[in-house]
């Protein structure tokens, strides 16, 4: 079975630039997480989504950033303008659950961003 | 919220030894996870454990939630274990898996 896939998997782009990254979870599960991991802050949650509905969105740094998910296997990240210091990994995971759940959660490869 | 903490911070050990990563949590949980994330920034998964023990090769795992702790114990490391290892935590009524800061780990030829 297919994991979680996210694209780009790199990512290099000049301040001020639009980035968005993409994210299909795991067939069948309805919780999607948008995580972010630096080396200053370890792994940040940024926004969940339960059956394409953000729940919780209070870990999105700012207005720049902004999440959707339009349908069950797709869901996207993006940030305008971007700012040197968005440079980071972002991950996205997924899993089987109620808000959340207690199901098992699986992580993508992730999207390693660079803003210059 | 629910605080995790893990230890060691950092361990360093050669080809061939044993030791034991723990992880503990502040109130009960109802999901916790065992994540190995390798050099190349893959985070894997290793355990699903909430409660009990269960192994997987070299690798085990003991959550005793009654006492709010759970520990992985790598056997007979290779170097292929490197990397760092992060327990997460999920409690009753919550939506969202709690990071510990992870045990990172370097096995030495």
Sequence with gaps: ?116 | GIQVEQSPPDLILQEGANSTLRCNFSDSVNNLQWFHQNPWGQLINLFYIPSGTKQNGRLSATTVATERYSLLYISSSQTTDSGVYFCAVRGPGHSTLTFGKGTMLLVSP
Aim: charged residues 20%.
């Design chain 1, 1 to 116: 079975d297919a994991g979680v896939i996210q694209s780009p998997r790199h990512e290099v782009t000049e301040m001020g630039q639009e980035v968005t990254l993409r994210c299909k979870p795991i067939s069948g599960h309805n919780s999607l997480f948008w995580y972010r991991q630096t080396m200053m802050r370890g792994l940040e949650l940024l926004i969940y989504f339960n059956n394409n509905v953000p729940i919780d969105d209070s870990g999105m740094p700012e207005d720049r950033f902004s999440a959707k998910m339009p349908n069950a296997s797709f869901s996207t990240l993006k940030i305008q303008p971007s700012e040197p210091r968005d440079s980071a990994v972002y991950f996205c995971a997924s899993s089987l659950g109620s808000q959340g759940g207690t199901g098992e959660l699986f992580f993508g490869e992730g999207s390693r961003l660079t803003v210059l």
